[in-house]
């Protein structure tokens, strides 16, 4: 084990920066968006929540391969391996599971890849003398939020098992940091996540029936579902339906470039919201992908989602301040941006 002051130097432009689940949703833009700035995203995945044709895709976008480690966050020997062969600036972690429902069915799963999988991460970092950590957080560590934006300060707790994860993840790094200012967190609570890379050749790909919005809304527009189910239109919102804060995929992107950069230049750790502010409703989602894809989708008002909030919209001024970070894509962007990964990847 490297003794701490022979901890590696921080990352600088051109430095590996090595993404955990770098072939999923998030992390995969995250990849593009790392390359555009200068650094060499390092992909380690197990392909359990991901296809390995995202690494062709990315080289696509990218121009040049992007280097891809196969293998399970939970394997302390690969892991090592890894470790051994790549000198990393820096590590940006998104390997979980994250879906609710699945979460309450399965317990034992999330608690095993979501904390089990940090630790042996963090523990593999401390011998490699890797310091700097960007963690994927979520919005679900708010619970029921009764303040509204939603500030950093609001209370934390779960609703779920998926969020007892998330919120175990953030307390641990929060105690390490405190215990020993070798490590550096960069803690990122996503809200909505909502749309695809401008090419169409990387994007959100549910297995089987999405639970999300967006991509659910995607398959009733390609003509493979029927209709939009409406969960409860009673909400005490504008138009009654929920109210989310959808941030585009690619400025989540680059709000993980600028996380890691504030790392890099020695300004310390952060826990800071990833949004843009501003609260769409159900319908409002409904009616942007219509204009998206040339055509008013189909919908049916139905009972409320147990578990759901009627709103969940970011205070997103922390990141403004800490990160020098501000979304700036639309909707409506989300909206082409999903329309046209489904109608280039459905052929
Ligand atoms: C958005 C709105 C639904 C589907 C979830 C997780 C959260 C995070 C992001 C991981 C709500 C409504 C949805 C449908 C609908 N994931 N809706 N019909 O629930 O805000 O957040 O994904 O970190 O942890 O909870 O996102 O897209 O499922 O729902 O009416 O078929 O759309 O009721 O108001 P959610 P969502």
């Given at each position: 084990?490297?003794?701490?002051?022979?901890?590696?130097?921080?990352?600088?432009?051109?430095?590996?920066?090595?993404?955990?689940g770098?072939a999923g949703y998030i992390g995969s833009h995250t990849?593009?968006?790392?390359?555009?700035?200068?650094?060499?995203?390092?992909?380690?995945?197990?392909?359990?929540n991901a296809?390995?044709?995202v690494?062709?895709?990315?080289?696509?976008?990218?121009?040049?391969?992007?280097?891809?480690?196969?293998?399970?966050?939970?394997?302390?020997?690969?892991?090592?391996?890894?470790?051994?062969?790549?000198?990393?600036?820096?590590?940006?972690?998104f390997?979980?599971?994250k879906?609710?429902?699945?979460?309450?069915?399965?317990?034992?799963?999330?608690?095993?890849?979501?904390?089990?999988?940090?630790?042996?991460?963090?523990?593999?970092?401390?011998?490699?003398?890797?310091?700097?950590?960007?963690?994927?957080?979520?919005?679900?560590?708010?619970?029921?939020?009764?303040?509204?934006?939603?500030?950093?300060?609001?209370?934390?707790?779960?609703?779920?098992?998926?969020?007892?994860?998330?919120?175990?993840?953030?307390?641990?790094?929060?105690?390490?940091?405190?215990?020993?200012?070798?490590?550096?967190?960069?803690?990122?609570?996503?809200?909505?996540p909502a749309?695809a890379?401008?090419?169409?050749?990387i994007g959100e790909e549910p297995?089987?029936?999405?639970?999300?919005?967006?991509p659910?809304?995607?398959?009733?527009?390609?003509?493979?579902?029927?209709?939009?189910?409406?969960?409860?239109?009673?909400?005490?919102?504008?138009?009654?339906?929920?109210?989310?804060?959808?941030?585009?995929v690619?400025?989540l992107?680059?709000?993980?470039?600028?996380?890691?950069?504030?790392?890099?230049?020695?300004?310390?750790?952060?826990?800071?919201?990833?949004?843009?502010?501003?609260?769409?409703?159900?319908?409002?989602?409904?009616?942007?992908?219509?204009?998206?894809?040339?055509?008013?989708?189909?919908?049916?008002?139905?009972?409320?989602?147990?578990?759901?909030?009627?709103?969940?919209?970011?205070?997103?001024?922390?990141?403004?301040?800490?990160?020098?970070?501000?979304?700036?894509?639309?909707?409506?962007?989300?909206?082409?941006?999903?329309?046209?990964?489904?109608?280039?990847?459905?052929?």
């Amino acid at each position: 084990m490297l003794a701490r002051s022979q901890a590696k130097g921080d990352a600088v432009s051109g430095d590996k920066i090595l993404l955990t689940g770098g072939a999923g949703y998030i992390g995969s833009h995250t990849a593009v968006a790392l390359a555009e700035a200068g650094y060499a995203p390092v992909v380690l995945d197990n392909f359990s929540n991901a296809k390995p044709s995202v690494l062709e895709r990315l080289e696509m976008i990218l121009g040049v391969p992007v280097a891809l480690e196969r293998g399970d966050i939970l394997d302390r020997a690969f892991l090592a391996d890894v470790f051994t062969r790549h000198e990393f600036g820096a590590v940006i972690h998104f390997a979980a599971r994250k879906a609710v429902g699945e979460s309450v069915a399965r317990p034992m799963d999330y608690f095993e890849t979501n904390c089990c999988g940090l630790t042996a991460l963090l523990r593999t970092m401390e011998a490699s003398g890797v310091r700097n950590l960007v963690f994927s957080s979520s919005a679900t560590v708010y619970g029921e939020p009764d303040v509204f934006p939603v500030p950093e300060t609001a209370p934390r707790w779960h609703t779920s098992p998926y969020a007892m994860t998330k919120l175990a993840s953030e307390d641990l790094l929060l105690a390490m940091a405190d215990a020993d200012p070798f490590w550096a967190f960069g803690i990122l609570r996503y809200f909505n996540p909502a749309g695809a890379h401008e090419s169409g050749l990387i994007g959100e790909e549910p297995d089987g029936i999405p639970n999300n919005l967006m991509p659910y809304l995607a398959k009733v527009a390609l003509g493979e579902l029927p209709h939009l189910n409406v969960f409860g239109d009673d909400f005490p919102t504008p138009d009654g339906t929920g109210v989310r804060d959808f941030v585009h995929v690619m400025d989540l992107a680059e709000a993980h470039v600028s996380s890691l950069r504030t790392l890099l230049d020695g300004s310390g750790g952060h826990a800071v919201n990833i949004g843009t502010g501003e609260g769409s409703s159900v319908m409002q989602m409904l009616a942007s992908y219509g204009r998206a894809c040339g055509r008013d989708l189909p919908w049916k008002p139905g009972p409320r989602r147990a578990g759901d909030v009627a709103k969940l919209v970011a205070d997103p001024s922390l990141a403004a301040s800490v990160l020098k970070f501000r979304t700036r894509r639309t909707l409506d962007e989300m909206c082409e941006s999903s329309w046209r990964w489904v109608t280039r990847n459905s052929r």
